[in-house]
T-cell receptor
Framework: KQEVTQIPAALSVPEGENLVLNCSFT??????LQWFRQDPGKGLTSLLL?????REQTSGRLNASLDKSSGRSTLYIAASQPGDSATYLC??????????????FGKGTKLSVIP | DTGVSQDPRHKITKRGQNVTFRCDPI?????LYWYRQTLGQGPEFLTY????????KSRLLSDRFSAERPKGSFSTLEIQRTEQGDSAMYLC???????????FGEGSRLTVL
């Protein structure tokens, strides 16, 4: 059974700092990995999707990397802003077979950017 | 493209009552998913539709839960005889083809008293 872990559970940084969020997964047979942002009481906003054949994806100040063989992904946020404060979730999709349309999520990292 | 729309955003009900949530996916997205999220946890998969066919169901989806997607457009998730343990955020997502990037709605929060 796939397990996804996100460390740390919470992170507080001063505005302007660069930061890295971590995601690890136990089964490397994944189809893709997706990073989401969730504001309190809201739904999920897709940030980046990395296919299993890719090493990284970039969107603006965000860069996500994937090391499939070691079961790790990182989300790098450059020049953090107070508006980046949210919970960041990663989710993996299995490569094939039953359940291949199910995402398995981590519990998220709650980020606070202090002005 | 107006995004995934869910209704109602918040439902408060008494234990034993039935509730129904509606999800309107992004137009022309043929795949639709329901997830459930409790406080402090990541979302958990409930069920998946491709067009009008329900192709996957989680063991979390007890016989009190039923989901439909008539005509392959909007979907409904009904919970019968609600229990306090059903209190959660119910999230709907949709996707189109490859690479199957999911787009979520704002969710429907259920509170069972």
């Amino acid at each position: 059974k796939q397990e996804v872990t996100q460390i740390p559970a919470a992170l507080s940084v001063p505005e302007g700092e660069n930061l890295v969020l971590n995601c690890s997964f136990t089964d490397s047979a994944i189809y893709n990995l997706q990073w989401f942002r969730q504001d309190p009481g809201k739904g999920l906003t897709s940030l980046l999707l990395i296919q299993s054949s890719q090493r990284e994806q970039t969107s603006g100040r965000l860069n996500a990397s994937l090391d499939k063989s070691s079961g790790r992904s990182t989300l790098y946020i450059a020049a953090s802003q107070p508006g980046d404060s949210a919970t960041y979730l990663c989710a993996v999709r299995p490569d094939s077979g039953a359940g291949s349309y199910q995402l398995t999520f981590g519990k998220g990292t709650k980020l606070s950017v202090i002005p | 493209d107006t995004g995934v729309s869910q209704d109602p955003r918040h439902k408060i009900t008494k234990r034993g009552q039935n509730v129904t949530f509606r999800c309107d996916p992004i137009s022309e997205h043929n795949r639709l998913y329901w997830y459930r999220q409790t406080l402090g946890q990541g979302p958990e998969f409930l069920t998946y539709f491709q067009n009008e066919a329900q192709l996957e169901k989680s063991r979390l989806l007890s016989d009190r839960f039923s989901a439909e997607r008539p005509k392959g457009s909007f979907s409904t998730l009904e919970i019968q005889r609600t229990e306090q343990g059903d209190s959660a955020m119910y999230l709907c997502a949709s996707s189109l083809g490859e690479p199957r990037e999911l787009f979520f709605g704002e969710g429907s929060r259920l509170t069972v008293l």
